[in-house]
């Protein structure tokens, strides 16, 4: 005869108390799997950590179980601007907040990110009476920190109070804004 | 008077000479440039407008002008306001030198919106 493959079911302890623990076992109490009587430790992309980061443990088929609330992830600083900043760098920060205590301020550019890292980052105008502005194009930050302005305007107000982001344009090398003032 | 100025870089300047290592802007881009300046001013004379307004009905509500004499302002400012308001700011310069005073717009008035009109005019144009 040839070989056969026998499935059996075994206890934790009678896997313990074979003598020759050579195979592939399932607990039949428990669903773990392992090889020769030793749990399998798992590993890669199937540890939880890696595939459930968020600790959800719930179906990954359900729509607000895959997106959840819409954050923009990161830690956030707050800059207070005594002056115009020139290639603004707020590497590490996702949320930056703008302040401005007695005259209105100017970004003339903001640091680019690497090669092939879509970075986006999100200004708020934390003022109640100081507006700040983005200067298009500008010869004071370094080419690639320089941000393009909509219409390619040379300046755009970002009022007290308003928000925007600023989304990387690998193509052209330039920082684009969501619509301000 | 400003013009539109560029380098190797791409950077744009707007100054009333060329800096050093630009170039006069031509063509569409420049076109475009002068396009987004008019609408640059048209919003900060949108918003200068807006201003005075709120500052005029603070004034009633504090006593320190009529109603009426804001209507009479208004009335008698209306198209150096229309000017501001379209973002026409070099052109309001002259209509706010050349009007005389006149009720509440008076020296003092007439003083603080020139001086306003003329600094911008020297940042912007």
């Given at each position: 005869m040839g070989d056969v493959l026998k499935l059996v079911e075994l206890t934790q302890t009678e896997i313990d108390n074979l003598s020759d623990q050579g195979g592939l076992y399932m607990?039949?109490?428990?669903g773990n799997l392992s090889v020769d009587g030793g749990d399998i430790a798992g590993g890669g992309d199937m540890l939880e950590s890696t595939y459930d980061p968020n600790s959800?443990?719930?179906?990954?088929?359900?729509y607000a179980n895959f997106l959840g609330t819409f954050q923009v992830k990161g830690p956030s600083t707050t800059i207070n601007m005594t002056s115009d900043i020139d290639n603004l760098d707020v590497d590490g920060y996702n949320l930056v907040y703008l302040t401005a205590g007695s005259s209105d301020r100017r970004i003339t550019g903001i640091k680019a990110p690497p090669t092939g890292v879509n970075r986006v980052i999100c200004f708020f105008?934390?003022?109640?009476s100081r507006r700040k502005k983005f200067i298009g194009n500008?010869?004071?930050?370094?080419a690639d920190n320089r941000i393009v302005l909509r219409g390619n305007s040379t300046s755009r107000n970002f009022d007290d109070y308003q928000l925007t982001f600023a989304v990387y344009n690998h193509s052209i090398n330039k920082w684009f804004l969501t619509r301000i003032a | 008077m400003r013009n539109f100025y560029t380098d190797i870089t791409g950077a744009i300047a707007f100054e009333s000479a060329a800096p050093s290592g630009y170039s006069l802007v031509t063509g569409s881009l420049l076109d475009n440039l002068w396009i987004a300046k008019y609408e640059e001013r048209r919003e900060d004379g949108q918003r200068y407008y807006t201003e005075t307004q709120a500052s005029l009905y603070l004034s009633i509500l504090n006593g320190t002008y009529t109603s009426t004499e804001v209507f009479d302002f208004e009335s008698y400012t209306s198209q150096l306001a229309d000017q501001i308001f379209k973002g026409d700011w070099y052109t309001a310069q002259t209509t706010c030198s050349d009007l005389p005073t006149s009720g509440i717009f008076d020296t003092a008035k007439k003083a603080e919106i020139q001086a306003e009109i003329d600094d911008y005019v020297t940042n912007n144009y």
């Open positions: 607990n039949s109490t428990t959800v443990q719930d179906d990954a088929f359900d105008n934390n003022d109640s500008s010869g004071s930050s370094l | -």
